[in-house]
Nanobody
C-alpha cells in the first residue's frame, strides 16, 4: 500500500507556471510507476503524464506536450509535475496515481487531488 498526497495547486494567470508535488508514504515508492491525471468540471478524468520507476521513461498527453514536465525524486518519495504556459483549459483538479505497471488501464493508488485554476 502507498498513500499519495498532492500539493502545489492554486490560482494562476494564463501563461503562468505551477509545480505540483505528490508525496508518497507507506511503501517503498521506487517500486511504483506514477502518473498525473486531471478532471475538469463536467468532464471525465483524463491522463496528463506518466513516469516509470526510475524516471527514465515518460509519457504525456498531446494537450500538454512541450508545456508540462513530469519528474520524480525517489530519495524524497515525491513525483512532480511542472506546468508552464498554462491555459484556462488546464483548469481542473489534478490527481497523482501510482501502480506497479507503467501506463496501466487502471492505477491502484490515488491521491485526493489538488485544484488548479488558470484565469484568462
Amino acid at each position: 500500500q502507498v498513500q499519495l498526497v498532492e500539493s502545489g495547486g492554486g490560482v494562476v494567470q494564463a501563461g503562468g507556471s505551477l509545480r505540483l508535488s505528490c508525496a508518497a508514504s507507506g511503501h517503498t515508492f521506487i517500486i511504483y510507476n506514477a502518473g498525473w491525471f486531471r478532471q475538469a468540471p463536467g468532464k471525465e478524468r483524463e491522463f496528463v503524464a506518466a513516469i516509470s520507476r526510475s524516471g527514465g521513461t515518460t509519457d504525456y498527453a498531446d494537450s500538454v506536450k512541450g508545456r508540462f514536465t513530469i519528474s520524480r525524486d525517489n530519495a524524497e518519495n515525491t513525483v512532480y509535475l511542472q506546468m508552464n504556459s498554462l491555459k484556462p483549459e488546464d483548469t481542473a483538479v489534478y490527481y497523482c496515481a501510482a501502480d506497479s505497471s507503467f501506463l496501466p488501464k487502471e492505477y491502484d493508488f490515488w491521491g485526493q487531488g489538488t485544484q488548479v485554476t488558470v484565469s484568462s
